[in-house]
């Protein structure tokens, strides 16, 4: 699977945008304001449907626009695709070969994507929110149904929490609501553990063979919702309340839902010790791009492509880690498209391989007066 042409219109600073992907590595390179991250941000938004900059449309539609479009040409298992994601007032349409598409499982059939960008460091540094967006992001792209999933579990969360906010007790509701939470909580909780112990696998491998003889990497754990951890094992919500009898009290105090998988979190160790408290910013950026290395190779081992999208990560490694990651990203049984500010770096460590070069100099401040761009 590979991008052979990518049409812009209207999306940030882009009126209007023409490329050509030729080689099965793109080098995109720039200053500051170029729109370099405009490009990849478009890249991702077609197969998540959803920006990794912005959470309101707004912030994407270019100046004076009602919407924007992406189209890209895809060359894949099947022969040439074209796929199109647009957005007119606020209504957004996804069309495969100028067919609706109405589902994820149709559009992973042609295009998928693992994007690694500089704020993913905040998946180390940041709140559970981020690794739990990490986690199923992962399986989102291997399991397009769990997109179905995490909505019916929004459905239910939202109405559980409704009902703990209303100032009657209705307690027939709240066994319902409750139920219906742990075994969707179950099921999302399993798709997230399956996936963590792929990806373990995966880290060790490829960190084993990066740095061969250093026993101890990168390792998961699964945290259940700290305040009531032994609420995923439960089969009822009368064991739940058997188990935590305090539960309703405490829920209606804070007027929210205490437990479930919206609340779980992913603790990452390296050299067996927390990432996030001991970890320079040059190993926590190592572990990101290591993670995500190991999703394109989980993927690959089920003969599944995906495309590799890198926005200015590599500032933060030293020469020798440079030497290492290069020839493994440029060796990806996948499209690598990656940006840099600066053009002789990645000229320099890419010399060796098959590269299209795509230089943005020319729009040097283009896109620094919108907003939310690199």
């Known amino acids: 699977m590979h991008i052979e042409t990518v049409h812009l219109v209207n999306f940030r600073c882009f009126s209007s945008l023409n490329l050509e992907f030729k080689s099965p590595i793109v080098l995109v390179y720039g200053p500051n304001g170029s729109g370099k991250t405009t490009i990849l941000e478009a890249l991702h938004y077609a197969c998540y449907l959803r920006s990794f900059k912005a959470h309101l449309h707004k912030h994407i539609i270019g100046p004076l626009a009602e ?66 967006s990490f986690i199923d992001y992962m399986v989102l792209l291997f399991d397009p149904g769990f997109a179905a999933l995490g909505k019916k579990y929004k459905v239910i969360l939202d109405n559980r929490n409704a009902l703990l906010i209303a100032p009657r007790n209705d307690t027939e509701s709240y066994m319902l609501w409750t139920e219906q939470l742990l075994t969707i909580s179950a099921e999302i909780q399993k798709k997230r553990l399956d996936a963590l ?51 309703v009290a405490r829920e209606r ?39 995500k290395l190991a999703q394109v190779a989980f993927m690959k081992k089920r003969n599944e492509e995906v495309i590799v999208l890198i926005d200015d990560f590599m500032a933060d490694f030293d020469e020798a880690k440079m030497e290492i990651l290069i020839p493994l990203l440029a060796t990806l049984p996948s499209q690598l498209v990656i940006t840099s500010p600066i053009k002789e770096l990645i000229q320099e460590k890419f010399k060796a391989y098959d590269v299209q070069q795509i230089d943005l100099t020319d729009r040097s401040n283009a896109c620094l007066t919108y907003p939310h761009q690199d």
Not at 73 to 102: A, C, E, W
Not at 198 to 227: D, H, M, N, Q, R
Not at 274 to 280: D, L, P, T, W
């Open 67 to 132: 919407g924007f479009s992406i189209d890209l040409g895809i060359i894949g298992p099947h022969g040439f695709d074209t796929l199109h994601v647009g957005l007119k007032r606020n209504k957004k349409s996804v069309q495969l070969n100028g067919q609706p598409v109405r589902s994820y499982e149709e559009l992973y059939r042609v295009y998928k994507v693992v994007t690694i960008k500089e704020d993913d460091i905040a998946m180390i540094q940041g709140s559970p929110s981020l690794r739990r």
């Open 197 to 247: 112990a792929w990806l373990t696998k995966e880290v060790k491998i490829i960190y084993a063979t990066l740095f061969p003889g250093l026993l101890e990497g990168i390792s998961f754990t699964y945290e259940y919702a700290k305040s009531y951890p032994d609420a995923a094992h439960l089969q009822s919500a009368e064991e739940l309340l058997g188990r935590y009898p305090s539960l």
């Open 253 to 291: 105090a804070q007027k929210r839902t205490l437990f479930g998988a919206h609340l779980d979190d992913l603790l990452i160790e390296f050299q067996q010790k927390s990432s996030k408290i001991y970890a320079s910013r040059g190993q926590q950026k190592l572990i990101v791009i290591l993670l």
